[in-house]
């Protein structure tokens, strides 16, 4: 596979048109005109999305003994808000188009109205990026709410709740994944910016002594973790922040950036947030969170590292990634080279013939794998055309079950990549791709 290939100008279009045509991503609402910036997960995109997030989940708690789990609520009372700061400083630098009238962020558009050409703007106003709603049937300030528009802060408000339940001792983590918002004034880019979005976020409690450490670390496995799941090495890079561009609960942060269409931009930030949080939630709540060491009689607020990352931008990067065009017999094929764990379906099972003699072996077959592998089933269309759209979803393994299956109890297994095939025993199928996708 040339994964150093020059980026397919196209490449974008293809995808949200691959994501459309084959029930990945759907336009919110559609069918009364779509709501923008919005989006539904499709039967294939649901299911590439729950895999990112349980590879995630799988590297950050599943296989750790020092990071537990969390899911909090999405919905907060405005203390949430105003002790972490968000309140007063989560706003982007709002200007209108003084000819066209149109909105934009300040920062994203280079002092040109993208709509109309005008460089004249009205001056930038702070515009607070949380969605507000009301809690309960009255009115009033009593009953204002916000929609979480990250995670962390969840995290944050159980430390002590989590400390005294699991008798963790830093370092230690809280992991959450879940949905956030936030009010953007330009989604774009499909779904890399939107309004309503999902996140993996994890929160890191170390010792002062050690966070600069603990935040080298994370960097680090955070990047391998892309790399492992399939994104070429080349595809990603880090971006340390200047001091000047912190966010304000921030000490360092380092973006770990993929190279989308339009260049590298951000895929996950892992920052040192110091004391910040813990800090300001024990003061606003006038509840303690510090953490008491008894092997040293010191009393400490722990510091921060946070491994911030979007499940769905990563997915969109692993679907860009995995896109590629390639020669099969003389034909150009669209193939998603996704990595084993990521596909929508592992491995579909495809009768080489709708005759009735085919159907009770066939079930057999996808009875047995399905307990352990997500697998399609599909009889439409002739055999080679139903390979090709198994690559164009990244279906790594097709199993061909012909009328010789009758007689020999073994049917053909087709690899995605290499599109080689093989004879095995029903008997062994399991074991089979066991073998194939371990280690
Ligand atoms: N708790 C820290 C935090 O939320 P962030 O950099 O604002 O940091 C973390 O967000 C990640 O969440 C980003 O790197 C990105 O992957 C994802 N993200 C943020 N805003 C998003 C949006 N509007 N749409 C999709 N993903 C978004």
Request: contains cysteine; proline residues 5%.
């Amino acid at each position: 596979m040339d994964v150093t290939r020059d980026i397919d100008p196209d490449l974008l279009d293809k995808v949200i048109n691959l994501a459309k045509r084959r029930g990945f991503v759907f336009q919110s609402a559609e069918i009364y005109g779509g709501f923008r910036s919005t989006y539904d997960y499709g039967p294939l995109g649901v299911n590439l999305l729950r895999n990112v997030k349980n590879a995630w989940w799988r590297a950050m708690v599943q296989t750790r003994h020092d990071i537990v789990g969390l899911d909090a609520a999405i919905m907060g009372p405005p203390a949430v808000w105003a002790a972490s700061g968000h309140l007063e400083t989560f706003t982007d630098p709002l200007v209108d188009c003084l000819v066209c009238k149109e909105r934009w962020r300040e920062d994203k558009i280079d002092g040109v109205c993208p709509n109309c050409g005008s460089t004249k703007f009205t001056a930038p106003r702070a515009f607070n990026l949380m969605f507000k709603t009301q809690a309960g049937p009255v009115e009033g300030e009593g009953s204002t709410a916000y929609l979480r528009p990250e995670t962390a802060q969840g995290i944050f408000t159980n430390f002590a709740n989590v400390l005294s339940t699991t008798r963790r001792k830093p370092p230690f983590g809280i992991a959450q994944v879940g949905k956030s918002f936030r009010n953007e004034i330009t989604p774009q880019n499909f779904v890399f910016r939107t309004r309503e979005f999902e996140q993996m976020e994890m929160e890191y409690f170390v010792a002062p002594a050690e966070a600069e450490e603990w935040y080298r670390y994370w960097i680090k496995t955070r990047l391998q973790w892309y790399v492992d799941l399939g994104i070429p090495a080349e595809m990603l890079q880090l971006h340390e922040h200047a001091k000047q561009d912190l966010s304000h609960y921030s000490k360092g942060t380092t973006d770990i950036e993929f190279l989308f269409p339009w260049g590298f931009d951000e895929l996950e930030g892992i920052a040192n947030r110091g004391d910040y949080d813990l800090t300001q939630h024990a003061t606003h709540s006038g509840v303690a969170l510090d953490y008491f060491d008894q092997s040293t009689n010191e009393r400490y607020t722990p510091y921060v590292i946070e491994p911030a990352a979007g499940a769905t931008r990563a997915m969109m990067a692993f679907l860009l990634a995995a896109y590629h065009e390639d020669e099969v017999e003389g034909e150009t094929r669209t193939v998603l080279h996704l990595d084993w764990r990521l596909a929508p379906y592992q491995i579909a099972v495809l009768p080489l013939s709708k005759k009735p003699e085919l159907e009770g072996v066939s079930t057999e077959v996808l009875s047995s794998l399905q307990p352990n592998f997500t697998c399609d089933y599909d009889v439409t269309q002739s055999i080679g055309k139903r390979y090709r759209r198994q690559d164009e979803v990244g279906t790594p393994y097709c199993v061909t079950i012909d009328f010789e299956t009758l007689n020999d109890r073994a049917v053909t297994v087709r690899d995605r990549d290499t599109t080689t095939q093989v004879r095995v025993p029903i008997a062994d199928l399991t074991h089979h791709f066991w073998h194939l996708t371990s280690g």
